[in-house]
């Protein structure tokens, strides 16, 4: 079976809604999202090519000034970046491991 992360040697820290997360660095958004919670974000309605624009997001990055919206499937995870906004399947998505 083949890994659906791309090869990566360290985790980096990552803001969702206020809560920290590790994930794996030279992925994607959407594919740390899945590292995060691998039991709800492979069932999303994901296309996973920007098509369906369900992985919308809001995210702050360590550089940057104001939030700027964003594709998850098409942006890749940068260490400090706060994710502020999820789309509605996003939510749904990780509902539970934003409770935690």
């Known amino acids: 079976m083949s890994q659906p992360f791309r090869p990566y040697e360290r985790l980096v820290e ?3 809604l206020g809560k920290r ?3 794996p660095e030279k992925n994607s958004v959407l594919r740390c999202l899945q590292y995060i919670s691998p039991e709800t974000i492979p069932y999303g309605r994901f296309c996973w090519n920007q098509e369906c624009q369900y992985c919308r997001i809001m995210a702050q990055l360590p550089d940057d000034d104001q939030p700027r919206e964003m594709l998850s499937c098409k942006f890749l ?6 994710i502020t906004e999820l789309s509605p399947e996003l939510k749904w998505c990780l ?3 934003l409770r935690r």
């Open 95 to 97: 509902n539970a491991k």
């Open 77 to 82: 995870v940068m260490a400090g970046m706060s």
């Open 14 to 16: 990552i803001t969702i």
């Open 21 to 23: 997360f590790q994930v």
